[in-house]
């Protein structure tokens, strides 16, 4: 195996271990959640084990994030195509779906557990948002509204309206996101049957 292999199989333990502070999660959880036992878990965190893709696969779905991001795998890919995560400070992670210059842009977007009591900061800018909850509860406040959102529901409005998205107390959450930079709406087709 060469050198670079070999530096970038070593730093996969330590970017496991971040991404599992971040989320707050022990290693018993973590196995459970992966079937990987947790001193496994333990010994590839402190780089004592190098991953396997058996291990890899199911850490990365837990996560929420590629193979490739767990590897820090050099971009080799055309970047329209080659769409990374972006992961922030507060452990929330976002995944970008397209790449098209203007237009609807679309996003998949992975909150960790939230703090119920945190205040939200709003914000607001040009645009119009249409979210889509995939798994959890996600918070919104819009405005003076404050909405909880479960798996399977949608809701869209123009962004100049302040707001924020979270996660809650009961756990991470997932949701798509359309963004359109010039105030573009999805558009909803639906047919009728005749009967």
Do not use: C
């Not at 302040?162 to 963004?179: C, D, I, K, N, Q």
């Amino acid at each position: 195996m060469n050198e670079s292999a070999n530096e970038t199989l070593d730093a996969v333990g330590p970017r496991l271990k971040h991404l599992r502070l971040r989320r707050d999660v022990t290693l018993t959880t973590l196995a459970e959640e992966t079937d990987i036992s947790a001193s496994t878990l333990s010994r590839l965190e402190a780089g004592l084990r190098r991953p396997s893709l058996e291990q890899l696969l199911p850490l990365a779905r837990y996560y929420g994030v590629t193979i490739d991001y767990l590897v820090n795998a050099p971009r080799t890919a055309d970047p329209r195509i080659d769409l990374r995560p972006l992961a922030a400070g507060d452990g929330s992670v976002v995944i970008p779906l397209t790449r098209r210059p203007g237009g609807i842009q679309a996003y998949k977007f992975v909150l960790p557990t939230g703090t119920d009591g945190a205040p939200p900061e709003l914000h607001s800018h040009q645009g119009y948002d249409w979210a889509y909850v995939l798994n959890g509860t996600l918070r919104l406040i819009l405005g003076d509204q404050d909405l909880l959102l479960e798996a399977g529901e949608v809701v869209e409005f123009d962004t100049r309206t302040p707001h924020w998205f979270g996660a809650t107390s009961s756990g991470p959450v997932e949701y798509l996101s359309l963004f359109g930079r010039d105030g573009q709406r999805t558009h909803v087709r639906s047919t009728e049957h005749e009967g």
